[in-house]
């Protein structure tokens, strides 16, 4: 059993993933200028900071989506200077996107199974049979992502493409598909953005219900200061592509630093 | 009233994953089966062979495999009528190197050898994307052309730079020149197409076909759920070129006899068989069957009704009919961008609530 959210961070958990010394530019403009942090296993890790702050791109390259040209990232106990998308995925790194990428022709239960993409492996000439091998392994998988469908509370929309749903559900089709890799690390990109309050609170106890029950590590952007501070058991806080802040919700709340960020306070 | 689903109950997901899991579905897909296995061939002589069926046939499995490609993994291809020459001159160098084989392995190795040419020139995918993939799937129509055109080992150096089929033989029956019966060369061609459309659907409905809707809809995301985007877009291209080849080798091989590579595998082809998709449904089986159907039949039927029925001229009426094709095309691409198939479904779902819609 996981410990209830709000648990205090304590050393003793095992470093999932760290980030030293990273920096990324795009041409002129520096997005993260020299940010370490860690994420600890089975913890929920909040990011946070003003719009521009590098938030989306820290995550991008922790999914080897940007490759950073200083710096180097640590997960799983292999330090590299850069991930690559398809190997980061297949070493358990999932997410979702603020602007929800789905695929959108397909339905909801053909979104979230192709989260199962990587763990399919049967080739292609069962798949034309449709027998044997290829239909065991579509409905093994098809019982797992049930599960997760079960979980998500999403039946009713299983046959539906997903262009067609209201953005909450969109959102929650999102997470269905991350969940199906059966990551070890998650990353939320502004899960509840554009929600209203019901569908934050559904949110909210699918992201606590993930961590707790998958045991899954979380790293996750919001802006809802609220849900931050209930959910996450420890804050990093960038501004300007820096690291102003790092530690519990509690610490960050009375940083100076974070406070003058948020309100807008001149650098000089 | 008649077509719903109210009452069935699926206990296991295997039930639920069956390709049509209505039971009228089932019974109409089994009539048109049988319609098309034993009350067609009843009526078969060679005009309704030649002239309706087989064309139909043939260019419903090339549009399939467009629609592999285009519909399901989103490459726009025009390079159809190349891959469909391939198919037709390999099937032809098989057929004159190897007198023995068998014409279903003639036809396989002509759809392998298509598949890797697809391969080849699918190869651009990778740094490429919308019309500059068009343009590059273009410059392969029109070099394959020029290829078979040049190089005289293609036709076996004859003097008329044609090919023309040589009688072979599948299973024991004559299938190929116009000594074989229609009867015989319809059966061989419409056992193909249902063979490849139900391997067709169960790859879309698999896992490939998630991963290729996946790079369609959303390339990145699909990355980043760790679907490799060039892999499966090259698997696209091959799948997509292998029907294409076997649509190829069957136009030479049963259905015209004789084939030249501009003439009879022209950019005409590649713009028809694009059309057809388009018109039938893009990213649907159905559709690639419903768009053949149409494009292949309108132009008879139009040319029964405004020659024979009102009386007029030939050429007035081959004007009429590319008129509407134009209009027809316009307006799907407008009001329905998927296609007949779309239509169908459309129709399904009223039906399933008539006569009580709330």
Known sequence: MNAAPNKKANGKAETLLSVEAVSLSFGGVKAIRDVSFDIKKGEIRAIIGPNGAGKTSMLNVINGFYHPQEGTITYKGKTRNQMRPHVAASQGIARTFQNVALFKGMTTLDNIMSGRALRMKCNIFWQMLYYGPAKKEELEHREFVEKIIDFLEIQHIRRIPVGKLPYGLQKRVELGRALAMEPDLLLLDEPMAGMNLEEKEDMCRFVVDVSEQYGTTIALIEHDMGVVMDLADRVVVLDYGRKIADGTPKQVQNNQDVIDAYLGVSHD | ?358
């Open chain 2, 1 to 358: 009233m008649l077509y719903r689903e109210s009452g069935l109950f699926k206990t296991s997901y295997a039930a639920d994953q069956v390709i049509f899991p209505i039971p009228q579905d089932r019974w109409g897909i089994l009539a048109i089966l049988a319609i098309a296995f034993v009350g067609v061939p009843l009526i078969m002589d060679d005009y309704w062979a030649n002239a309706v069926f087989i064309p139909f046939l043939i260019y419903s499995l090339a549009a399939l495999g467009l629609n592999i490609l285009t519909g399901y993994c989103g490459q726009l291809s025009l390079g159809t009528g190349g891959f469909l020459a391939v198919g037709g001159y390999s099937s032809y160098k098989l057929m004159t190197s190897f007198p023995e084989l068998d014409m279903l392995l003639v036809l396989g190795g002509a759809g392998a050898t298509t598949a890797l040419v697809g391969l080849l020139f699918g190869l651009p995918c990778l740094r490429i994307k919308g019309f500059y993939l068009v343009v590059a799937t273009l410059a392969a129509q029109f070099f394959i052309i020029w290829l078979f055109y040049k190089v005289p080992w293609f036709y076996n150096y004859n003097a008329t730079g044609q090919i023309s089929v040589v009688p072979r033989e599948a299973l024991g029956f004559l299938v190929t020149t116009q000594r074989a019966d229609p009867v015989v060369r319809y059966l061989f061609v419409l056992s193909i197409v249902v063979v490849f459309a139900l391997a067709a659907k169960n790859m879309v409905r698999g896992r490939f076909g998630r991963m290729w809707m996946a790079i369609r809809d959303m390339d990145i995301a699909a990355e980043l759920i760790g679907i490799r985007p060039y892999m499966m877009k090259l698997t696209a291209f091959a799948v997509s070129s292998f029907y294409i080849g076997v649509a190829g080798a069957l136009i030479f091989a049963v259905w015209l006899g004789a084939a030249e590579s501009g003439e009879t595998y022209g950019i005409d082809e590649s713009f028809l068989v694009l059309f057809m998709i388009i018109v039938g449904g893009l990213g649907s089986v159905l559709g690639s069957f419903l768009g053949a159907a149409f494009i292949v039949l309108m132009p008879i039927g139009l040319k029964n009704l405004l020659v024979d029925g009102f009386g007029m001229t030939a050429v007035l009426a081959k004007h009429i009919e590319i008129t509407a094709f134009g209009v027809l095309i316009i307006f799907f691409l407008i009001v329905e961008p998927h296609g007949l198939a779309r239509l169908w479904q459309i129709i399904k779902e009223k039906l399933r609530l008539w006569p009580y819609p709330h």
